[in-house]
DNA sequence: ATATTTGTTAACCAAATGGTTAAACTATAT
DNA sequence: ATATAGTTTAACCATTTGGTTAACAAATAT
């Protein structure tokens, strides 16, 4: 038997972690499932992450840390707004839809937990909303972009990339779609949403 | 002492489970903690609910039928889109400011039990999209509105109006808005969400 | 008045759950 | 070879949790 060794475990254990706690949340979550899941025992769960708070944090961080640099993008970049709006549109569904329970997990979590973001925001990777700030005044009152603040047109970019996963079951049930019609509509939306967005805030 | 009697402890019991339960969700709440809510004994809740599935149910249907004349609002009327799109707008961010819990609270446990909403869709009031769709059909081809699928346009009407409120923390942290500054924002959307959606899609 | 049905409570119960412990096993250092 | 430090397991434990029971109180029917 004797299994490879230490690194490897402590690996394993969190992806059966990340796999239960994502699909689950927190509180639907078992340890003993996880355990069954990484194919150890339950007491290594808590020889590695000490105990189930500890073990949640490490997998939210890390789906976190995941989604940050996504934003960042968006955020952070040179590049004119349109084209920012366009790159993120694609970017961001192409990686949601390798990675489709992060965001609900995130909002979940953080909804429930609304003191966690704290630790989150000391955190100085944590994306920024200073520079694209800065970036759509200064379009506006370039008159490329008509009059719209930057929190509104960010939170809107958001809304329209993000919402179609968080509500996935719902909207299926009102489009009347199917997995496979509904994977269509996204499908489509990673050059259609952005077309939205610029057709609405272009002067 | 001698409670008021029947009819009373039940609405009661449903009260205190809506809190805790649209706090908490399924799996994070706790019978006890309904039962200290109400302030009654354990053993009433399962009295007048049997179990705590039964209750849940009973909480989640009577938040969804909150929800879905909102939304019957904007696929059944008669009126043209972009008047339907702004009083839908106005109106359901006055809705959810009354009922915050609520767009989370479905959006989360419909994720969780996904056939739930099979015996949602069987409940003939469940909001329909073909009207609006054939409304929005015919609004293209008349050349109110630029081409879109209707279900895109429905699709980004609710991500705009909804994810606000569902990922108020995470957005909240993100524009760095502290909760006065962020209800603001909320209320200009009131109309600008409106406006946004106009712009984008009519000729 | 009295029997019966309905509402309410305190005490109880079995199962599940997060967490611990002590012993065994493995690899590495001496 | 042997001591040592790190890894893994089975068995165990205290607490929590959803749910039940039996007795009691209050209406309502007879």
Redesign the pocket.
């Known amino acids: 038997?004797?299994?490879?060794?230490?690194?490897?475990?402590?690996a394993l254990i969190l992806e059966a972690a990340k796999t239960v706690f994502q699909a689950k949340g927190m509180d639907g979550?078992?340890?003993?499932e996880i355990a069954d899941k990484a194919?150890?025992?339950?007491?290594?769960?808590?020889?590695?992450y000490?105990?189930?708070?500890l073990?949640f944090e490490a997998v939210f961080n890390n789906a976190f840390s995941l989604l940050a640099p996504q934003l960042k993008a968006i955020l952070n970049d040179d590049s004119p707004i349109e084209e920012k709006v366009r790159n993120f549109t694609s970017d961001y569904i192409s990686f949601i839809i390798d990675y489709p329970y992060i965001p609900n997990f995130i909002i979940q979590e953080l909804n429930r937990n609304p003191d966690f973001i704290l630790k989150l925001k000391d955190n100085p990777s944590f994306p920024n909303i200073d520079k694209f700030k800065k970036q759509v005044d200064e379009e506006v009152k370039q008159g490329i972009l008509r009059p719209i603040r930057a929190e509104q047109l960010f939170i809107n970019i958001m809304a329209l990339n993000v919402f179609p996963f968080v509500a996935k079951p719902l909207l299926k049930a009102f489009t009347n779609t199917g997995e496979e019609a509904y994977h269509q509509l996204l499908e489509v939306r990673k050059t259609e949403v952005a077309d939205f967005i610029i057709h609405s805030i272009k002067t």
Chains 1, 2 share one sequence.
Do not use: S, W
Request: no cysteine; charged share 40%.
């Open positions: 038997m004797a299994r490879k060794k230490d690194e490897n475990t402590e979550a078992r340890m003993q194919g150890i025992n339950k007491a290594m769960l808590h020889y590695y000490r105990n189930k708070k073990l």
